[in-house]
């Protein structure tokens, strides 16, 4: 995780950065000293629900706790980011398996199609 100096935003990949920076001719692999001379410091771990990452008076990265309204709406967008992986996933598993029962009526196997059901119901049940 990056912290951009000028404004405290952060940014967990390199690929991010290097949309912010289009105008700088950058390498392909990136360091933490060549970030730090366009203005991005590594920050510290943190528990990105349950804290924030700021720079301090004397230019250094600092993480502090946020407020309870905060870390709840980060605990509903997290559960909801993880909702939707679900959902995607079981949407990915039902187009297979559309595809899966149309095989096995030409060719009679039937025996995988109780094993996709299985892997639906499994992640239906990690829904939140």
Partial sequence: MYIELSTGNTYALHSEIRDMLKQVSLPEVLTDEMLAEHGFLLAPNYDQITQGCRINAS??????????????????????????????????????????IREATLTGETSYLAQIEVQIVNLRAQLQ
């Fill in 59 to 100: 230019g250094q990265p600092e993480v502090y706790a946020l407020d309870e309204a905060t870390v709840l709406a980060n605990q509903e967008a997290a559960k909801q980011r993880a909702n939707d992986s679900i959902k995607q996933q079981i949407a990915e598993i039902e187009r297979g398996q559309a595809r899966a």
